[in-house]
């Protein structure tokens, strides 16, 4: 697979445009511009229903929410008894056991915490590409608007990072919610362009993210799988769950043109003069193998992979994956009590 290369046929070059509903204006728009509003796709978010993405790491935090964190305080569930040390807490003392052993032990709980989650949403050229209703851009720009409605509803810290050869935006992740129009004017002002250098960009993050939580790159990931492997494993050693949203369009899959025609390469300025029949069949065994090599590396790190395509209905799409992720975490749950 040539790294960060995406070729549109010139003979097939069609308008993109988004799929914003007309009613997208009865979101609370205070703080949004006008193009951040039509990114906001009210109709996807009401599919998603009450669905909430919770990582399946322990998390660290501060504030009361949805999510385990290593930190012992003293609500919640009871999570063990350690021998009293001097300055701990007298009320956490458990005096049953006490009365038993004739020795000082306190107790302590896993609190529920938020999570911290950024958003890395890939804004390189060959992220323009799309001949279905939206681009792979586009449609990266929708599924980040929800992914952070969904977090912030439940209290949780959204950052965004937007990415390509460098990192051209970044947003510390924040719990408040008025926080959403900021991440959605700084999506909506980014166009999609330039050469693809993802593992790069990614490592200017890990040192960002100063406490564990969720890193979820939304990217059509081409380029040099084992490079991007080794990034995502950096955030994993830190203790961040991945999950890697791939995002790819229907013709990338399928290769479907038939005459011959200049491909347009989105990331160089170069031109490539194609009769699709000729190169069909070894495109189509490199670009499964491409597949085949990111989901491979994605498993041997622990992390998740989801892939999209643009023709396909955004909000079916999330709500499958967050059906999926929640009953993995069900029966992860039930396995820690056996």
């Excluded at 350690?82 to 807490?89: I, M, T, V």
């Excluded at 007298?90 to 032990?105: I, M």
């Excluded at 209905?313 to 029966?331: E, I, N, P, V």
């Amino acid at each position: 697979m040539d790294g960060g290369v995406a070729l549109s046929p010139d003979s097939h070059k069609k308008s993109l445009r988004g799929t914003a509903q007309s009613d997208a204006t009865s979101i609370d728009s205070d703080g949004l511009n006008e193009n951040s509003v039509s990114i906001f796709d009210p109709q996807t978010l009401s599919k998603l229903g009450n669905l909430e993405l919770i990582a399946q790491t322990v998390v660290d935090g501060f504030l009361s929410g949805k999510h385990r964190s290593t930190h012992k305080g003293g609500c919640t569930d009871f999570s063990e008894l350690r021998p009293y040390a001097q300055g701990d807490d007298l009320r956490q003392l458990d005096w049953r056991h006490y009365a038993k052993s004739d020795r000082y032990y306190v107790r302590q709980f896993d609190d529920e915490t938020n999570l911290q989650a950024l958003i890395v949403a890939d804004a390189s050229g060959s992220m323009r590409f799309g001949m279905s209703p939206v681009s792979k851009w586009r449609y990266a720009q929708m599924a980040s608007s929800c992914l952070g409605h969904l977090l912030l509803r439940q209290r949780d810290s959204v950052g965004l990072a937007v990415v390509g050869n460098q990192t051209h935006e970044y947003v510390r992740p924040l719990p408040r919610a008025n926080h959403l129009a900021r991440v959605l004017n700084v999506l909506s002002n980014v166009d999609a362009s330039g050469e693809s250098n993802l593992a790069d960009s990614l490592v200017e993050l890990t040192g960002r993210l100063k406490r564990r939580g969720l890193v979820i790159l939304l990217s059509d990931c081409f380029g040099e799988v084992a490079q991007l492997k080794q990034v995502l494993e950096q955030f994993r050693v830190r203790g961040h769950d991945i999950l890697v949203m791939q995002i790819l369009a229907p013709e990338e899959l399928t290769f479907p043109f038939r005459r011959e025609a200049f491909f347009e390469d989105l990331e160089l300025p170069r031109q490539i003069q194609v009769n699709p029949n000729t190169v069909r069949k070894q495109y189509l065994k490199e670009f499964q193998q491409f597949l085949n090599d990111l989901h491979q590396a994605v498993v041997d790190i622990g992390a998740d992979l989801v892939t999209m395509t643009t023709d396909c209905d955004l909000g079916d799409s999330l709500a499958g994956y967050l059906h999926k992720r929640a009953s993995q975490k069900k029966t992860q749950a039930a396995r820690t009590r056996v």
